[in-house]
């Protein structure tokens, strides 16, 4: 049986085929069976993994208690003083001949590291094994060209999970390696972080009728296993990258992860160990890409971390490919009645008519213009020039020709339902770092679902373009960001894994293949022609997190009466004010549904 969502998508699809309004397409057909019979798996698995966390829980808290009882067992050895001095004595003096007879030097720590080990031996045997987590489903790993609806398949399935799976999340590359990023440095500074000895030490240790030293030296054998734990980092920032505390620890958790791209060592390295961690631990993952896995890495960086990542893709994900040439995204486009949303070229006419439109929105907002300051990731800021109830403008060099990266370009696209960027060049190798941050843009407004108006000096196909310099390379995902000191920091990850605080790496030009270069501008185009038509701006209302957060803060006495950012633009203010949307899951289905064939 087919869940609700899915069939009633599959249906419509079918009835729309069937009428010529949509176009079948095999590929996507067997993609969304795939998710189907996924989905229908995901029910039954997170009951399992309910169950599964429950003794995970008990096994764990009966672990700490037998492990407290064996520190407590080598405290009252210690307590007694002389008989552990001596012994300690006995010990020395048997390393020190040791050592003196082979010319060795002892590591520090070893007799730590051999105690830590020997206990957790110990531990293994009087509590069991770690219990055995129930098998995952396979996820699936789509890839295939730009345009050919990887991305709206996922989303479908993301949607339809809503209610099955406590934990569940949906990021983008460019999103997910921020987080990634931003966690990894928390956990570095609390581990650098100077801590008073009283304020390490436990409750519990402190409660004990022992004497401070020995306190002090359980308080050190607890800070050693934590020192342990915290050599990987990656694993610990994996175990907190998906759980939604508020619903509990408890449960299944699939992962939707969009675009995998490893172009970099950083991207690499964290990827490997963060999913691996993840899919090792039970999560479902539902990847796209515009490469199959093997292919992700065809520089060689990071050889041997990178394979094992794809073979741990491989076991636990169903690798598909959606193969059709067709960029649905231009097709719709062709389909669709014009909207001006996209002004071309930077002559006096169009320029008119770009104010003319920015003004029109402004005033339909039914606020005032002025400048704002909006949070971003790493406890940065940035400035918005002009802006007012959720619409703003920026120049292309504001945005692209500054220091700013994917966190500023995440800030606007929640902050902003409507997007204007004027002045925006024709593109080329001169002018590659602008390009680069352009195309993170891009994907960040059309991930958030922002309604975007541009002028430009071209038409969207002829934006980018190669020149006697070279063609242009994708550069989008190099860029990552730590916290910031004073008001800004940027660094870039270099493919030989340096940081350097300049532009571009001249190295990399060698690195990238040309098809490198033609999916991230395919990308880019295909994305900006989407952006125009019809059915993505009807979506924007549904979608965007403006409209989200408001039917969250209006409850559901209000969601049925939000205004259509669609209905902004419409020149009779008597039926603008009257116009409304009904948003429901049903309707949010249905919009959803007219893209399943055209994502």
Not at 107 to 113: C, D, L, M, N, T
Not at 150 to 166: N, R
Not at 226 to 237: A, D
Request: proline share 3%; hydrophobic share 40%.
């Amino acid at each position: 049986m087919l869940s609700p969502c899915l069939y009633e998508g599959q249906q419509t699809c079918r009835d729309l085929v069937e009428k010529g309004r949509l176009q079948n397409d095999p590929y996507q057909e067997k993609v969304a069976l795939a998710l189907e019979n996924l989905l229908q798996r995901l029910e039954q698995y997170e009951k399992d993994m309910q169950e599964y966390h429950i003794k995970l829980a008990n096994w764990e808290k009966k672990r700490d208690d037998e492990r407290r009882r064996l520190l407590m067992e080598e405290a009252e050895l210690k307590q007694q003083g002389d008989f552990w001095t001596s012994v300690n004595k006995r010990r020395i003096e048997l390393l020190g001949r040791w050592t003196f007879r082979r010319n060795v030097d002892v590591e520090p720590g070893v007799g730590k590291w051999v105690t830590y080990l020997n206990r957790e031996k110990k531990l293994d045997s009087l509590v069991g094994r770690r219990p055995t987590a129930p098998p995952a489903p396979k996820g699936l790993y789509i890839y295939g060209n730009v345009g050919s609806g990887k991305t709206m398949l996922m989303d479908i399935f993301y949607g339809a999970t809503e209610g099955i799976i406590k934990h569940r999340r949906r990021l983008h590359f460019h999103e997910a390696m921020l987080k990634i990023n931003e966690e990894m440095h928390r956990l570095w500074k609390n581990q650098v972080e100077e801590k008073s000895l009283q304020s390490s030490i436990s409750s519990w240790i402190m409660n004990l009728p022992v004497d401070m030293k020995v306190k002090e030296w359980l308080a050190a054998e607890e800070r050693y296993k934590q020192e342990v734990q915290m050599k990987n980092i990656l694993p610990e920032v994996a175990d907190k990258f998906l759980v939604d505390w508020k619903a509990g620890q408890r449960g299944a958790s699939i992962l939707c992860f969009d675009e995998i791209q490893t172009v970099d060592v950083f991207a690499i390295v964290a990827l490997s160990g963060i999913l691996s961690r993840l899919l090792s631990n039970g999560t479902v993952l539902i990847a796209t890409s515009n490469r199959a896995p093997k292919d992700l890495n065809q520089d060689g960086m990071q050889r041997e971390i990178f394979q094992k990542f794809v073979a741990k893709l491989e076991k636990h994900c169903e690798v598909v490919l959606v193969g059709s040439e067709i960029d649905y995204r231009r097709l719709i486009a062709q389909r669709s009645v014009d909207q001006v949303h996209y002004f071309w070229p930077l002559d006096g006419i169009t320029l008119k008519e770009f104010e003319k439109t920015w003004c029109q929105v402004a005033d339909q907002s039914g606020g005032q213009i002025t400048s704002n300051t909006i949070p971003v990731m790493f406890g940065r800021t940035l400035e918005v020039p002009e802006s007012c109830n959720g619409v703003a403008r920026f120049t292309f060099d504001y945005l692209c020709g500054r220091p700013v990266g994917a966190a500023d370009y995440i800030a606007v696209a929640k902050n902003y339902h409507t997007v204007f960027i004027s002045d925006i060049p024709v593109m080329s190798m001169r002018i590659r770092d602008k390009a680069r941050r352009f195309i993170t843009l891009v994907d960040e407004l059309y991930n958030h679902h922002c309604r975007l108006f541009c002028s430009a000096a071209s038409s969207i196909d002829n934006l980018f373009q190669g020149t006697e310099e070279g063609t242009l390379f994708d550069l989008e995902s190099f860029q990552f960001e730590t916290e910031t000191e004073g008001s800004k920091l940027r660094r870039n990850v270099l493919a030989e894994g340096s940081v350097s605080s300049g532009g571009a790496p001249a190295g990399i030009v060698s690195m990238l293949s040309g098809q490198e270069e033609m999916f991230a501008f395919r990308r880019a185009v295909s994305r900006l022609i989407e952006m125009q038509t019809p059915l993505y701006l009807e979506g924007v209302g549904f979608l965007h997190p403006y409209f989200q957060r408001q039917r969250q803060e209006f409850g559901n006495d209000h969601s049925n009466t939000l205004q259509s950012p669609a209905s902004l633009l419409d020149s009779d203010p008597a039926k603008r004010n009257k116009t409304r949307m009904v948003i429901s899951h049903k309707a949010l289905s249905a919009c959803i549904i007219k893209f399943l064939l055209f994502a």
